[in-house]
């Protein structure tokens, strides 16, 4: 079977995200005041062939712990489903 997984890699809330400051900040130079906090990430889609959906997700997880994510500063999250 063949699953797409749709990856959100995040900077830890503990840490400080420069790259969002740096988006925040210019957001306020364009008149945006009103946005307050900017996190920037990564989203990364991968396709698959997997015997089921456990499968799969076992895959997908240990892609995100061993390359996709540095578990010190990032966290990941993501989304599996099957590709017709």
């Known amino acids: 079977m063949r699953f797409l997984a ?3 890699v995040m900077p830890h809330k503990a840490l400080l995200d420069p790259q969002g400051k740096a988006v925040q900040h210019g957001l306020g130079n ?3 005041k009103e ?3 900017v996190r920037v990430g990564k ?3 991968l396709e698959l062939e ?3 959906a ?3 997700q076992a895959a997908v997880e240990k892609a995100c712990t061993t390359l996709l994510a540095n578990p010190v500063m ?3 999250e993501f989304d599996l ?3 017709s």
């Open 43 to 45: 989203h990364i889609t």
């Open 30 to 32: 364009l008149g945006l």
């Open 54 to 56: 456990a499968a799969a």
């Open 50 to 52: 997997a015997s089921d």
């Open 35 to 37: 946005v307050h906090d």
């Open 81 to 83: 489903s099957p590709l």
């Open 6 to 8: 749709r990856v959100r």
């Open 74 to 76: 990032e966290y990941a």
